[in-house]
C-alpha cells in the first residue's frame, strides 16, 4: 500500500508557471505507475500526465502538450508535474494517482484503473 500527499497546487495568472509534488510513502515507488489528474466543478475527473513505473515512458492529455511535464525521482519516491503557461482553463483540483504494475513501460490512462490517491491540491488559474 502507498499513500500520496500532493503540494504545490495555488492561485496563479494566466501565463504562470507551477510545480506539483506528490510525495509517495514505502519503498515500492518504482513498482508504481504514477498518474496525475484533474477535476474542475461540474466535469469528470480527466487524466492529464501519466509517466510508467521505469519513467521512460509518458503520456499527456492533448490539452497539456508541450505546457506540463510530468517526471518522477526515485530517490525521492516523489513526481512532479511541471505546468508552464497556464490557462484559466488549467482550473481544477489535481490528484495524483498510482496503480502497481509489472510493466516497466505500462502507461494506464483511466482513473479506475488507480489503486491509490492523494487528497488533491487546488490550482487557479487567473485571466
Known amino acids: 500500500q502507498v499513500q500520496l500527499v500532493e503540494s504545490g497546487g495555488g492561485l496563479v495568472q494566466a501565463g504562470g508557471s507551477l510545480r506539483l509534488s506528490c510525495a509517495a510513502s514505502g519503498r515500492s515507488f518504482s513498482s508504481y505507475c504514477m498518474g496525475w489528474f484533474r477535476q474542475a466543478p461540474g466535469k469528470e475527473r480527466e487524466s492529464v500526465a501519466v509517466v510508467s513505473r521505469s519513467g521512460v515512458r509518458t503520456y499527456y492529455v492533448d490539452s497539456v502538450k508541450g505546457r506540463f511535464t510530468i517526471s518522477r525521482d526515485g530517490a525521492k519516491y516523489t513526481v512532479y508535474l511541471q505546468m508552464n503557461s497556464l490557462k484559466p482553463e488549467d482550473t481544477a483540483v489535481y490528484y495524483c494517482?498510482?496503480?502497481?504494475?509489472?510493466?516497466?513501460?505500462?502507461?494506464?490512462?483511466?482513473?479506475?484503473?488507480?489503486?491509490?490517491w492523494g487528497q488533491g491540491t487546488q490550482v487557479t488559474v487567473s485571466s
Open positions: 494517482a498510482a496503480v502497481p504494475t509489472a510493466d516497466f513501460r505500462g502507461i494506464y490512462y483511466a482513473a479506475d484503473e488507480y489503486e491509490y
